[in-house]
């Protein structure tokens, strides 16, 4: 009786060593696959970006750096999943408000402004995450403004 136990255990072993590794390798396929899917269609909505003023970017498990020169920009829409984007609009046209949404799970946005401008805030939301705004608070009323809406989870 012993003998039959000890032959079967290591084929148990053995069975559930390959259900582990499918499993693995199943998981793996699925964020190859997501992961091709996405820079397809980051790839798709950079090229739409070109010459307009409402931009989309997407970043998905890697990080994005996003300079916008000598345009003028009224909206960018970001949608980061545990990455990192940095967004440099130093040398963007902003002569009006700009809306910028953020959407971000587990990643880290940095937006970088030219100067002479104002950043609001206001309408971020903020869960296990957080940011902040290191544009100083310019009194003049007539300056266009940056309006932020961040929405970040479990950054």
């Known amino acids: ?3 039959l136990h000890d032959i079967a255990e290591p084929k148990n072993k053995f069975k559930t060593a390959v259900k582990v590794i499918a499993v693995i390798a199943a998981v793996y396929g699925a964020f190859v696959a ?3 899917y996405v820079a397809k269609k980051s790839s798709e909505l950079d090229e739409q970006n070109i010459g307009q003023k409402v931009k989309k970017y ?3 498990m890697n990080g994005r ?5 000598n345009e003028q ?4 829409s970001i949608r980061s999943c545990m ?3 940095e967004l440099d609009l130093t040398e963007a046209y902003i002569t009006q408000d700009v809306d910028i949404r953020i959407h ?4 880290g ?3 970088k402004v030219p100067p002479m401008v104002r950043v609001n805030m206001s309408d971020s939301i903020n869960i296990m995450g957080g940011f902040a705004n290191l544009v100083p608070n310019y009194e003049t009323e007539e300056l266009p403004t940056i309006f932020v809406a961040l929405k970040i989870v479990l950054a």
């Open 1 to 3: 009786m012993e003998e």
């Open 34 to 36: 997501i992961g091709r």
């Open 58 to 60: 997407l970043a998905f």
């Open 65 to 69: 750096n996003i300079k916008i020169g």
């Open 73 to 76: 920009i009224e909206e960018i």
């Open 83 to 85: 990455g990192g984007v």
């Open 104 to 107: 971000s799970v587990m990643s």
């Open 109 to 111: 946005i940095n937006i």
